[in-house]
């Protein structure tokens, strides 16, 4: 129990704290997922699960409800798994720890979860309350939507009776989404030829400390890419220090694909001075600091002698690598026609390691369209095919086709502008809503996405804005009591 169960709505916060106190990274939040089933189950509920392991609950209406249309509220169980450097949390074991500052909710040197736990307390803390006003009513929490919406991607069909939906997974108040960007996912594999390592020195060149954030809705910012940065300084040492032949050993950086990287590690071999490696660290150090002042201010770029490596890349490959990594696109590629301030299409590098014979990069291909898809999947064709790496595509989901007036739109429009006191803006987010996913799977639903302010989803300066938790809250609950009667 944490303080935050004190806070309001109080329902909410409670379900929050119970949510952060088991371990749910992707992948990993089956034990959540269980523990919600048998708490519906115990309260009368249907509640049942699915071949992907998707969690739907139903609740019947309340008196005076009865003949409005069925309303699905629906979020994701699991939550993306970052952690501060020099923070021993094991996310599969370890309870997430909020803790209040001001008006923010954040967590102890990790993600909060927020992003998508708020949305999913809210959904639960409507199935338990015994004064909430509302129309037969479904809940759909989704397994390993971090990771590629699988749960989405294998939802059973003809499972969900809803004529409604309301998806809780957007992170700014007074944004009303009806509309998401596809995407999928591009693995470049490098190989590498190993050979024995006769240098005499062994030194990593360490990048940390970057903001890292959302790589759909943060990719717009001019965030760093700590695999970029590092790309971008061993090119330019290359191209400095000609002479100076060196050879990589280990090449990485980030930890889950749709977070942008805040580190990166390349370890170096080599027989030269290396007060001229320290002297370029130096200088690119300084270079940064004069960059990136504003929106990277606490980045470090270090240089430390590591234990020798038994083998290196070969040179030409480290080379190669190198220049593949520099040239790799990243960030936003073009921005919409059709909607004002709204990226359409983007890629970002969220995975670098090295593994056996071979360096992999994994990417996150975002657009609104399907012909951004394609331009950017020929991108990465071509300089796979220059620099003799292999790239492959899985994992692809489609956009949620803009809707701007449906009936479920336009109640949420009504009623958020009076909670608000001001009109809500209609948005098209750069991020995969699952709402694509489902909006294939059941073409007839009427779908809207809302949801409170959360900053810096995926990583560990996550925070939500208690007093727009209170907002959500307030609007959730007044649309759900004024949903419309049924067809006749």
Known sequence: MSEIQQLSPNSLWKWFDQICAIPHPSYQENELAEFIVNWAKGKGFYAERDEAGNVLIRKPATKGMENRKKVALQAHLDMVP?????SHHNFAT???LPYIDGEWVHATNTTLGADNGIGMASTLAILDSDDIAH???EVLLTMTEERGMEGA??????WLQSEIMINTDTEENGEIYVGCAGGENANVTFPIQYENNTFTHSYQVALKGLRGGHSGCDIHTGRANAIKVLARFLAEFLQNQPHFTFALSDIRGGSVRNAIPREAFATLAFNGDVATLKSAVENFNGLLKTELALIEPNFTLTLQATEKAAQTFSVADSQRLIHLLNVLPNGVIRNSDVLDNVVETSLSVGV???EEAQVKATILVRSLIESGKEYVAAMLKSLATLS???VEFSGTYPGW??????E???LTHKIYAEVLGYEPAIKVIHAGLECGLLKKIYPNMDMVSIGPTIKNAHSPDEKVHIPAVQIYWSLITKLLAEIPVKNA
Do not use: F, M, Y
């Not at 991607?153 to 003809?158: D, S």
């Not at 086709?401 to 449906?406: K, T, V």
């Open 352 to 354: 670098l390691k090295t």
């Open 135 to 137: 129309p037969d009513l």
């Open 408 to 410: 479920i739109v336009d």
């Open 94 to 96: 370890d309870p997430i």
């Open 388 to 390: 003799g790496a292999k």
């Open 401 to 406: 086709e803009p809707q701007a007036h449906s």
């Open 153 to 158: 991607l294998g939802l059973r069909a003809n």
């Open 82 to 86: 970052q952690a501060n450097e020099g």
